[in-house]
Nanobody, 124 residues
């Protein structure tokens, strides 16, 4: 069982930055691929970024590529999402998720554990 707790959301102006963090319980964190998803109002949940268990592979959704960076620290059981040059369309609830396979995973159904979500609001 893995428990995930996100932090770092908030209200920012367009062009600014936010750092989201996710703390995971458990002793086998490095075995899990991790992902950040987001869900805007009235929209489906979508993948933002994912990172393999070792941290050696990453993937970004096209609209955030070059602006967001996912990273993990397996010694501290944390995964982070640095979000730069934020846009109003980035407004959503952001979720941290863990997949039991250590490889990159792209669909919500591939993930076994989810955090409660943190709200990110970007004003224009």
């Amino acid at each position: 069982q893995v428990q995930l707790v996100e932090s770092g959301g908030g209200l920012v102006q367009a062009g600014n930055s936010l750092l989201l963090s996710c703390a995971a319980s458990g002793r086998t964190f490095s075995r899990y691929a991790m992902g950040w998803f987001r869900q805007g109002s009235g929209k489906e949940r979508e993948l933002v970024a994912t990172i393999s268990g070792s941290g050696g592979s990453t993937y970004y959704e096209g609209s955030v590529k070059g602006r967001f960076a996912i990273s993990r620290d397996n010694t501290k059981n944390t995964v982070s999402l640095q979000m730069n040059s934020l846009k109003p369309e980035d407004t959503a609830v952001y979720y941290c998720a863990a997949a039991q396979t250590g490889y990159l995973n792209f669909r919500p159904g591939d993930y076994n554990y989810w955090g409660q979500g943190t709200q990110v609001t970007v004003s224009s």
